[in-house]
Nanobody
Framework: QLQLVESGGGLVPAGGSLRLSCVVS????????MGWFRQAPGKEREFVSC????????SYADSVKGRFTISRDHAKNTLVLQMNNLKPEDTAVYYC???????????????????WGQGTQVTVSS
């Protein structure tokens, strides 16, 4: 059974950094794009970043471009989101997700992902 487990969240001051990890187990997802989403209290879940199957292509929401970096390590079955220069508006629960289809496509819509982790809380203080 496929499992995605996020870790690395926490409380940091504005301008700080966090490194989120998502460990995948149960089956291989090497041929799928992977993504990060976040959901703040009272708001809908939103796209943060996506990486294609081999890590050669990435995409970011405008709000995090230049501050966040997505990467993946097939050998460790791990997806990573490095978050620098954090802002209070980055406060949210962060989720990793697996794309529904194989391939190179960089997805942004929630419905294009069919497996999700339980989330990890990121809180940025002002």
């Amino acid at each position: 059974q496929l499992q995605l487990v996020e870790s690395g969240g926490g409380l940091v001051p504005a301008g700080g950094s966090l490194r989120l990890s998502c460990v995948v187990s149960g089956r291989t997802v090497h041929h799928h794009s992977m993504g990060w989403f976040r959901q703040a209290p009272g708001k809908e879940r939103e796209f943060v970043s996506c990486i294609n199957w081999n890590g050669a292509s990435t995409s970011y929401a405008d709000s995090v471009k230049g501050r966040f970096t997505i990467s993946r390590d097939h050998a460790k079955n791990t997806l990573v989101l490095q978050m620098n220069n954090l802002k209070p508006e980055d406060t949210a629960v962060y989720y990793c997700a697996k794309s529904r289809l194989y391939g190179d496509t960089l997805y942004r819509a929630i419905e294009d992902f069919d497996a999700w982790g339980q989330g990890t809380q990121v809180t940025v203080s002002s």
